[in-house]
């Protein structure tokens, strides 16, 4: 019988230096994933489809920029397929999330260029600034809500892939769906920590519904109903509460939100993987007299 031939030092070194490279490249890209979704096991948003659909997740921090993008938009009174629009626009350039880096110099949840216009570097970082302006473009974009959605997009964008958007249409319309109140309860988060420990107020919650909502959202003059750390927000029809309800679960973690009640559900931060609980808590819904108020409960 023959002698097998040897494998040289220097092929063996190859391998191993191969194979250790493949290692690195697996821990790199597994480590990339779990900076964009959070990892395994983290607090997680879900969105449940209307009919037949799929669930749509995304991070505590997306759903956070998200419903700041929807309650731009019901500030100004748009449609909701004007929320629809801008959400694709902002999975498709960020992610959803509002970064300080792009193409050039775009930066911010849409990617918008201080170099084009659309305002300061400082200014494109604040969600409310960014979402505001690109609605002011869209609203100039005739029969915008007719228009297929990539087409609108590209039109306020002037985008290099301008076909890029319709690939994020459906998961926006659940999103803005459940952001906008037309779907109930259809989101639900697990949050499990606060984003910081500082503690929470309710004038840190009203500061920022008032500034994502617009003036109208409170009674003039509110003070806290109920003690510091409660805010009571009068709902103005149904849909309109449980948009008040979506957007206060979505920015939970910064505002250190415990608990929120609406239409005879709670959501409780502390035992956020039950979501939507019926008859968890009283609040205001009376039988045959409405929802009653959103009350939202911050955190010490």
């Known amino acids: 019988m023959s002698a ?50 799929q669930p ?6 997306q ?16 449609p909701e397929q004007a929320v629809t629009i ?18 050039r110099d775009s930066v911010g949840l849409f990617q918008q260029r201080p170099s084009q216009d659309w305002g300061t570097v400082r200014e494109i970082m604040d969600p409310v600034y960014s979402a505001g302006e690109f609605y002011t473009h869209l609203v100039k974009v ?22 890029a958007y319709a690939q994020h249409e459906g998961n926006a319309a659940q999103l803005a769906r459940a952001l ?15 984003v910081d420990d500082s503690s929470g107020s309710g004038a840190q919650v ?8 617009g003036a109208g959202v409170l009674p003039h003059g509110q003070a806290a109903g109920g003690g510091a750390r409660t805010v009571r927000v ?31 559900r709670t959501w409780r931060a502390a035992d956020s993987g039950e979501g939507w609980v019926r008859g968890k808590a009283a609040d205001d819904a009376v039988p045959g007299r409405g929802p009653g108020d959103v009350r939202i409960i911050a955190g010490q």
């Open 180 to 194: 906008t109140g037309r779907g109930g309860a259809a989101m639900t988060c697990t949050q499990s920590r606060p």
């Open 234 to 264: 009068p709902a103005e029809g149904t849909r309109h509460g449980w948009e008040v309800a979506m957007w206060a679960m979505a920015h939970s973690g910064e505002l250190h939100i415990e608990q929120i009640s609406y239409a005879g």
């Open 63 to 78: 759903a956070a920029n998200a419903a700041t993008i929807a309650a731009v938009g019901s500030s100004r009174k748009l």
């Open 56 to 61: 749509y997740e995304l991070t505590p921090e």
């Open 4 to 53: 097998q031939p040897s494998v040289s030092p220097r092929r063996k070194r190859l391998w191993r230096l191969t194979a250790a490279f493949a290692v690195l490249l697996g821990l790199a890209v597994y480590l990339v994933v779990q900076y964009v979704t959070g990892g395994p096991g983290a607090p997680r948003c879900t969105v449940q489809a209307e009919g037949e659909g």
């Open 206 to 213: 009203r500061e920022k519904l008032v500034r994502e909502f």
């Open 142 to 163: 005739h029969g915008y809500t007719e228009l297929p959605l990539t087409e609108a997009a590209q039109r306020v964008q002037r985008s290099a892939f301008p076909r």
């Open 86 to 103: 801008a959400l694709a626009t902002a999975m498709q350039e960020s992610q959803l999330r509002n970064i300080d880096f792009g193409d």
